[in-house]
């Protein structure tokens, strides 16, 4: 199974990117709440780095733009593919646009999209902000994860 929100490009490529260590306790406490086995979940970048963007040095400096990020939904659903997900975890609906998700999709909505199951969440930020909304995403998971379980 997949997982993806729109600030994981730069979780996964910015060491000081705004708001990284609360996403990912975030994400420490889902999986550990979920209780799901280990290798079971992976997590895959709605958006990458804009190359024609990117800042002259190798990290940016105080003062200096970050850099800017740009979705590749090709990319994204190519490694899908190539991961073998049986489902894919959509965050938010920035990354539900990046991904070429239909227009129209809200959270908690369960859908096939290029041939693989899609479940849409509230993105991280919102739950973060919104805590109240955290068992009503669990138990919704919770559910969706017994259609993919093979046990």
């Avoid at 490009?9 to 550990?32: H, I, N, T, V, W």
């Avoid at 994204?76 to 070429?100: I, K």
């Avoid at 009503?136 to 259609?147: I, P, S, W």
Wanted: contains cysteine; charged residues 20%; positive net charge.
């Amino acid at each position: 199974m997949v997982w993806t929100y729109w600030n994981l490009g730069p979780d996964l490529c910015e060491a000081q990117a705004p708001g990284k260590a609360q996403r990912s306790a975030f994400f420490r406490r889902l999986m550990q709440d979920l209780a799901y086995p280990a290798g079971t979940s992976t997590f895959w970048p709605a958006c990458l780095p804009d190359p024609d963007a990117m800042p002259a040095s190798p990290g940016p400096a105080e003062g200096e733009d970050r850099p800017r990020y740009q979705p590749n939904a090709d990319v994204f659903w190519s490694g899908v593919q190539a991961l073998h997900a049986r489902a894919v975890v959509v965050m938010g609906s920035v990354a539900a646009r990046a991904l070429g998700l239909p227009a129209g999709v809200r959270p908690l909505q369960q859908l096939r999209h290029r041939g693989t199951l899609v479940w849409v969440l509230w993105d991280v930020e919102f739950l973060l902000d919104e805590p109240q909304r955290y068992a009503a995403m669990l138990a919704f998971v919770r559910r969706a994860l017994q259609q993919i379980s093979r046990r």
